[in-house]
């Protein structure tokens, strides 16, 4: 080979090694173009790709926080809390301390055989079976409120309110927390936001007129620092209880006033669909490049008291 050629290809694979090293080492918060990594009031929207999970676990070490979780399982639902215990010490906040609060009509139902993590604990609080589903979606506010007031607040930094007929698949960790946190809705992030399912009667506290609002969340997963979930759950309380004393009852009960109250107290941090998928919409979703938590399919008819 001639020299000028060799000279040549010297410049081609060193210029194409810079370029790959380029593309590899480039912070990852520049690699996601194909969707919304920030809100327009600048809170950050966590999608694989945005972040580095080595330099947040490394980040968030020194502080020794403690994470409140709570999970409702009240009636049938108590078969979905071992495989979201299980998939959650695989998954959720791994290395960081976690107490779980298992609210249940029946604590004998608790799987407490699972082997839980050095500093994570499993809490059973007993509640009363309600008749209704929504009554339980209902009451979920105000047992949450409670009990931040009456221990979580001692004892957590942050806390996560969480759905159990769900299973996480992948990394939920530090990157998930901030002061007050939502996760969008898997099936309305590309819907215009005059069609979100707001509570559109004007008669509810939850009303969001036409127009208005940002994201649809989902009330499956939202958390926050203690003292800002404890606003919201208090919030959220007081007017699912307005409304009930003028007989209505939002179009989705719980989901419709968080979404009032997030649309009022814009969420610091809002979280991917990746944070909570949904199982019905199976993998097909290009942008989700990873599925970290989603509801599993159930049988509403069966697990529901009432349909
Ligand atoms: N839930 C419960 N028992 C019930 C109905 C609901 O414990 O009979 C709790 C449970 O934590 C559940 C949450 O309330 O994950 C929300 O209800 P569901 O999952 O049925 O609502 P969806 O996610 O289907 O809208
Ligand atoms: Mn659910």
């Not at 001639?2 to 380029?22: D, E, R, S, T, Y």
């Not at 791994?94 to 298992?102: F, P, R």
């Not at 509640?127 to 339980?136: A, H, N, S």
């Not at 909570?276 to 697990?303: H, Y």
Request: with cysteine; proline share 5%.
């Amino acid at each position: 080979m001639l020299p000028k050629q060799l000279h040549c290809l010297l410049f081609v694979v060193i210029a194409g090694g810079i370029i790959i090293f380029w593309l590899v080492s480039t912070p990852a918060s520049l690699r996601r173009t194909d969707v919304l990594t920030v809100t327009p009031w600048l809170a950050p929207i966590v999608w694989e790709g945005t972040f580095d999970p080595q330099v947040i676990d490394e980040a968030f070490r020194s502080y020794n926080l403690t994470i409140a979780t709570t999970v409702f399982a009240v009636g049938k639902y108590t078969r979905f809390l071992r495989d979201f215990l299980e998939s959650a010490e695989k998954h959720f906040m791994v290395g960081l301390n976690v107490q779980y609060y298992v609210f249940t009509d029946m604590p004998s139902h608790v799987p407490i055989t699972v082997t839980l993590g050095v500093g994570r604990r499993l809490n059973v609080v007993k509640v009363p079976k309600f008749d209704r589903w929504q009554e339980i979606s209902l009451r979920r506010m105000e047992l949450i409120q409670t009990a931040i007031e009456e221990y979580i607040h001692q004892r957590a930094n942050y806390i996560f309110c969480l759905d159990v007929d769900m299973i996480f698949h992948g990394r939920v960790g530090p990157e998930a927390l901030g002061k007050l946190v939502a996760a969008i809705h898997p099936w309305f992030y590309w819907v215009p936001r005059n069609e979100y399912p707001y509570e559109r009667r004007t008669i509810s506290k939850a009303y969001i007129p036409q127009d208005h609002g940002d994201f649809y969340y989902q009330a499956n997963i939202f958390g926050g620092a203690v003292e800002d979930v404890h606003r919201l759950t208090k919030t959220c309380r007081e007017h699912l209880e307005m409304d009930k004393s003028a007989g209505v009852e939002a179009v989705w009960q719980e989901e419709s006033h968080l979404n009032w109250y997030l649309w009022k107290n814009k969420p610091t941090k809002l979280l991917s669909p990746e944070y909570v998928w949904d199982d019905l919409r199976g993998q097909g979703a290009k942008e989700i490049k990873l599925v970290r938590f989603s509801s599993v399919i159930k049988n509403k008819a069966e697990v529901r008291e009432n349909p």
